[in-house]
T-cell receptor
Framework: SQQGEEDPQALSIQEGENATMNCSYKTSINNLQWYRQNSGRGLVHLILIRSNEREKHSGRLRVTLDTSKKSSSLLITASRAADTASYFCATDGTSGSRLTFGEGTQLTVNP | NAGVMQNPRHLVRRRGQEARLRCSPMKGHSHVYWYRQLPEEGLKFMVYLQKENIIDESGMPKERFSAEFPKEGPSILRIQQVVRGDSAAYFC?????????????FGEGSWLTVV
């Protein structure tokens, strides 16, 4: 089974709109992280939310975590064309030795 | 404060050759991770190392792949006798402590193309 599955796989919106991406996972976690990846580039860390937290904000980003449903959401408000990228959630599971990534959501923000 | 440095950024190898990918972690980081990303897919864990030790190599193919993180110098991911299926982006990441509860910082990746 795959840990950290994002949906939708692809999302296309207009500049100024909000974008919501979801992540589901299967096993217990200690924390969940969201990353952004521009085409051909490395991953940029966006936000980390611990298992005892329910919501976290960072600028235009809002992350929620529902451990009872084993799901998280990433909301980007007032999107910009520069937000166009792939977004991945990653969980650490119980081993603590690595992050497990989902397949990502490809976000396109049209100017 | 340089981030995680990987080189080369792009590497082309013929089938059967060897590929060596290097990673220098962020200053002060002693934990290094290697991930592989196939086109249009997420990152798949390969190996987790601390200085001079392999902690978790459960994601490494059993043959042709090896990794090290010596006391001095960068971490090396080595792929022997490369095949077309090895073509992918290889990302290195580092953290100050283990992944549990800590942010992991990624490099820009090394893109391997096997022709």
């Amino acid at each position: 089974s795959q840990q950290g599955e994002e949906d939708p796989q692809a999302l296309s919106i207009q500049e100024g709109e909000n974008a919501t991406m979801n992540c589901s996972y299967k096993t217990s976690i200690n924390n969940l992280q969201w990353y952004r990846q521009n085409s051909g580039r490395g991953l940029v860390h966006l936000i980390l939310i611990r298992s005892n937290e329910r919501e976290k904000h960072s600028g235009r980003l809002r992350v929620t975590l529902d451990t009872s449903k084993k799901s998280s959401s990433l909301l980007i408000t007032a999107s910009r064309a520069a937000d166009t990228a792939s977004y991945f959630c990653a969980t650490d599971g119980t081993s603590g030795s690595r992050l497990t990534f989902g397949e990502g959501t490809q976000l396109t923000v049209n100017p | 404060n340089a981030g995680v440095m990987q080189n080369p950024r792009h590497l082309v190898r013929r089938r059967g050759q060897e590929a060596r990918l290097r990673c220098s972690p962020m200053k002060g980081h002693s934990h290094v991770y290697w991930y592989r990303q196939l086109p249009e897919e997420g990152l798949k864990f390969m190996v987790y190392l601390q200085k001079e030790n392999i902690i978790d190599e459960s994601g490494m193919p059993k043959e042709r792949f090896s990794a090290e993180f010596p006391k001095e110098g960068p971490s090396i991911l080595r792929i022997q006798q490369v095949v077309r299926g090895d073509s992918a982006a290889y990302f290195c990441a580092s953290s100050q402590q283990g992944a549990l509860g800590n942010t992991i910082y990624f490099g820009e990746g090394s893109w391997l193309t096997v022709v």
